[in-house]
């Protein structure tokens, strides 16, 4: 069975970081596009970042532009979302997706996406 398992989430303090993981379970990340995605209470899902196929373009939202990092680890088929200088509006659940693509470039729509992990939960608060 194909899954994605998030974890890494967690409390922190506003300044601090997190590094979040997005694991294949039954497949590897070869030929896939994955994105990170947010979704606080009453608000709608926010695209964070994105990673194309051969892990060479990334894409990111304007919110976190320059202080989030995503990367991917072929040998351990783990795609990272590090996460710097956190804020307490980036209070969310972090979801990753990912889509069967081999594309140079990958996009922040999450219509693209059509395999979800569970999700992860990210507090920033002091």
């Known amino acids: 069975q194909l899954q994605l398992v998030e974890s890494g989430g967690g409390l922190v303090q506003p300044g601090g970081s997190l590094k979040l993981s997005c694991a294949a379970s039954?497949?590897?990340?070869?030929?896939?596009?994955v994105g990170w995605f947010r979704q606080a209470p009453g608000k709608e899902r926010e695209a964070v970042s994105c990673?194309?196929?051969?892990?060479?373009?990334?894409n990111y939202g304007d919110s976190v532009k320059g202080r989030f990092t995503i990367s991917k680890d072929r040998a351990k088929k783990i795609v990272y979302l590090e996460m710097d200088s956190l804020k307490p509006e980036d209070t969310a659940v972090y979801y990753c997706?990912?889509?069967?693509?081999?594309?140079?470039?990958?996009?922040?729509?999450?219509?693209?996406?059509?395999?979800w992990g569970q999700g992860t939960q990210v507090t920033v608060s002091s």
């Open positions: 039954g497949f590897t990340f070869d030929n896939y596009n």
């Open positions: 997706g990912a889509v069967y693509l081999y594309t140079p470039t990958c996009g922040l729509e999450d219509s693209i996406y059509n395999m």
């Open positions: 990673i194309a196929t051969a892990g060479a373009w990334t």
